[in-house]
């Protein structure tokens, strides 16, 4: 059985959009260097804009457990730099 962390990167290095989106609750926050997302319209559109017009790679680098949290940091690429 694959995790949620194994989950999203393969929706993510697949480009499949409506499997990652549903990893999210709909009161979801996705906080990035670019800005902060919240529910899941902002990050979807998130997604579509910045790393799914065409094949990306991430990779796990380090992860985290917070309480109920956990905290994922990526090594990735995208079509978009």
């Not at 694959?2 to 996705?30: C, E, H, K, M, Q």
């Not at 910045?50 to 990735?76: C, M, R, T, Y």
Request: avoid cysteine.
């Amino acid at each position: 059985m694959s995790t949620l962390v194994d989950r999203y990167i393969d929706a993510v290095n697949t480009a499949d959009i409506d499997g990652l989106i549903a990893l999210f609750a709909p009161t979801a926050t996705l906080t990035q260097r670019d800005g902060v997302y919240r529910g899941t319209d902002q990050i979807a559109a998130f997604y579509r804009d910045l790393w799914l017009p065409g094949p990306s790679a991430h990779e796990v680098e380090n992860q985290f457990v917070d309480g109920n949290a956990q905290i994922v940091q990526f090594k990735a690429t995208s079509p978009t730099g």
